[in-house]
């Protein structure tokens, strides 16, 4: 049953037979006939086929991943608990986009690594969006993110406030600018359209490769104040130029620990 579930955890992430067969190894024959045996076990349909690769899942199939989600955290447990023999040491998966990452969390981490010793952290880095998808996914505990994004089984709490500047060669013609599904690329838009700019612009995907452009008076760009180092000149922007961190959350942890965490880093930012 176990790998049943598994096989059908997957093709409901990809929503596509094939993808779900290269994800697990497995020809998609097979990923189809375990498919079918676990909707003949459940006695449901969980997936229509269009006659194409793309399925589109049935309530039945959303109901069983929202708790097989869960399931799957416990399992993780029982295994790890079963394995040492011993009250096991609980992990805390953290993934935070890209500023955050890193010009907020080192600080973050500092603390949480003080204050819990006996919690084993993993921190990953992604953008908004990829942020929110992994913790609807399980696949993290605890995201932070730069946009305001949510959805029904995510929680979200503002943190605190980013100011963003005006930095580089402000005579320079070349904007550096980050991709569209970046939580700082709306700014720069609307500072372009504020200030009727049609520039030439280089897009940069990561923020420490534009801070080290900049050091070298190549372009100008919008930024975290965070980011800044000695070599940049800069000027601020408006207020309306500050935007928020958020930390988001699944609505179900049921690990105290966890909950403990979430409790200091709200009260970590409430003093900051």
């Known amino acids: 049953m176990f790998k049943l579930l598994k096989t059908f955890r997957v093709v409901y992430e990809t929503k596509n ?13 097979a990923v189809s006939t375990q498919i079918k045996q676990l909707e003949e076990e459940l006695d449901v349909a969980l997936f229509v086929r269009n006659g194409r690769q793309e399925i589109i899942t049935t309530k039945q199939a959303d109901v ?50 003080q204050h819990f010793p006996e919690v084993s952290f993993v921190l990953e880095m992604d953008n908004s969006e990829a942020v929110l998808d992994k913790i609807e996914k399980h696949q993290a505990h605890l995201g932070f993110i730069e946009k305001p994004l949510v959805t029904d089984s995510i929680i979200r709490q503002e943190l605190l406030k980013d100011e963003l500047v005006h930095a580089g060669d402000f005579s320079s013609k070349l904007w550096l600018v980050r991709e569209g599904n970046s939580g700082v690329y709306h700014y720069t838009e609307r500072y372009f359209l504020e200030n009727n700019l049609n520039p030439q612009k280089m897009i940069i995907k990561n923020n420490e490769m534009i801070v080290r452009f900049l050091e070298e008076g190549l372009g100008q760009s919008i930024l975290s104040k965070k980011a800044l180092t000695k070599k940049i000149h800069w000027r601020p922007l408006p207020t309306e130029y500050q935007r928020s961190f958020y930390l988001i959350k699944r609505d179900r942890i049921e690990s105290m620990q966890l909950q403990t965490i979430i409790e200091h880093i709200n009260a970590y930012y409430r003093k900051s």
């Open 64 to 113: 069983l991943y929202h708790h097989l989600l869960n399931l799957a955290d416990d399992w993780e447990d029982i295994l790890q608990a079963i394995k040492t023999q011993t009250v096991p040491k609980e992990t805390c998966k953290i993934v935070a986009s890209n500023t955050f990452a890193v010009y907020y969390l080192p600080e973050l981490m500092k603390e949480l690594v």
């Open 17 to 29: 037979f094939s993808k779900a067969a290269e994800n697990l190894f497995i020809s998609q024959p």
